[in-house]
């Protein structure tokens, strides 16, 4: 960012915080957060969870989870919360951090299985699931809080009339209806506490960022290592999906025998989620056997240069 928030605005109130909710695809075998902590174990880190993004409040819910945990796992950030669950639903991811105003639908119909809340206390719209510090994890405490800011140089005077108005307005059975519906918790504090929380959170925040992460969740250390190229003449011929059997086995997939890379191994590369760095994998090999083209010279050309 080109400002800093703690400098350049003037915090006015804290609006309202939403607990974020640990969420599985019904294929795993976890009904608890310590049976799910055992099962990522078992995966030798190679157990995925999504989020909505890189420094999304979901993803940084997800690195204090791995890291009190002391687990070793593979990030797959998402460009929003919505793609990211549909894969959630679809099984192409295990597991997922997301607010409960997001995920609460697909978990009340069974979609998705709510593990544990990052609240302090259990969310009335799921009042069955436990949060993680009742099962076991205290320190996994998290909110995507909504605060009310203003520039920095504003006068106190308009401030504290700001909120006094926000205030009054965010009373209102309507509005408190709608946070009750979407699981959010009101808070409602005064400038010099709202202040205080947003210096507290960039600390609390800034410690898990600068953890350092475990090797495997760099997908690409994952991959097979590239292969010797296959001759120009190989393949010649045969299927255009591999030269040989053995070939394909080698990871010359469809298209490098001919020097092309058909439209469905282009289309993975456009895959979002983890797979994409093996889709990336896929097409470098191709780019790097591809023989580049000879122009022939033509008779015409050869007695035209004669003259």
């Known amino acids: 960012m080109t400002y800093d928030p703690q400098k350049d605005l003037a915090p006015i109130t804290n609006l309202l915080r939403v607990p974020l909710v640990l969420a599985v ?8 957060l310590q049976e799910l902590i055992a099962y990522i174990k078992a995966q030798d880190g190679k157990a995925q969870w999504a989020s909505a993004g890189n420094g999304t409040p979901q993803h940084m819910t997800g690195e204090l989870f791995r890291t009190t945990a002391k687990l070793d796992m593979i990030h797959v950030p998402y460009k929003g919360s919505a793609p990211a669950i549909t894969d959630l639903v679809g099984g192409h991811v295990p597991m997922m951090f997301d607010t409960t105003i997001a995920i609460i639908p ?9 593990i544990a809340v990052s609240g302090v206390k259990r969310s009335p719209q799921l009042p069955d699931v436990p949060t993680f510090a009742e099962s076991g994890l205290p320190a996994v405490e998290s909110y995507g809080w909504y605060g009310f800011f203003a520039p920095a140089k504003t006068p106190k005077d ?4 700001i909120n006094e108005a926000t205030l009054a307005f965010m009373k209102t059975p309507d509005f408190q209806r709608v946070l009750n519906d979407t699981g959010s918790d009101f808070v409602g504090d005064t400038p010099d506490n709202f202040a205080a929380f947003v210096k507290s959170e960039s600390a609390k925040w ?3 960022a600068k953890k350092p992460a475990p090797s495997s969740t760099d997908t690409r250390s994952r991959l097979p290592p590239r292969r010797r190229p296959l001759p120009p003449c190989a393949g010649r011929g045969r299927s255009r999906a591999a030269a040989s059997p053995a070939a394909a086995s080698r990871g010359h997939g469809l298209g490098v025998a001919t020097g092309r890379m058909p439209a469905r191994a282009a289309a993975r590369t456009q895959y979002h989620g983890a797979r994409n760095e093996v889709a990336w994998h896929v097409a470098a090999t191709a780019r790097d056997v591809r ?7 033509g008779p015409w050309l050869t007695a035209r240069s004669s003259r």
Do not use: C, L, T
């Open 25 to 32: 695809h019904p294929s795993v075998p976890a009904k608890n």
């Open 106 to 114: 697909q978990i009340k119909a069974g979609k998705v299985r709510a």
């Open 158 to 161: 308009v401030v504290a009339k």
């Open 206 to 208: 800034a410690k898990v």
């Open 291 to 297: 023989q580049p083209r000879r122009r022939r010279r």
